[in-house]
């Protein structure tokens, strides 16, 4: 089992800032991926970017070059700076774990990310 908790989100203006934070816990592997997701309300959840314990990152496009994933260093956890943000990337943030190792995906219980003046 693994246990997320997610931190951060909120209300901001458009071109602002935010950071979110997912910390893992519980029976973590030794490989692994951990990202975020987002769902805005009549759509699908998308990828927004992920980070593997190489160092490995993903983007989807319409947030490359604004949005940064991190590792923190020496712990399970992910750190996502959201930068020039939109009132598009208003949506609910969803943590996300998964390894090769593990039956199953996990999610964070989501954050609300609200772009808007």
């Known amino acids: 089992q693994v246990h997320l908790v997610e931190s951060g989100g909120g209300l901001v203006q458009p071109g602002g800032s935010l950071r979110l934070s997912c910390a893992a816990s519980?029976?973590?592997?030794?490989?692994?991926?951990m990202g975020w997701y987002r769902q805005a309300p009549g759509k699908q959840r998308e990828l927004v970017a992920t980070i593997s314990t190489s160092g490995s990152t993903k983007y989807a496009d319409s947030v490359k070059g604004r949005f940064t994933i991190l590792r923190e260093d020496g712990k399970d956890a992910v750190l996502l700076q959201m930068s020039s943000l939109k009132p598009e990337d208003t949506a609910v943030y969803y943590c996300n774990f998964d390894s090769f190792f593990l039956s199953r995906k996990y999610w964070g219980q989501g954050t609300q990310v609200t772009v808007s003046s």
């Open positions: 519980g029976s973590i592997p030794s490989i692994y991926a």
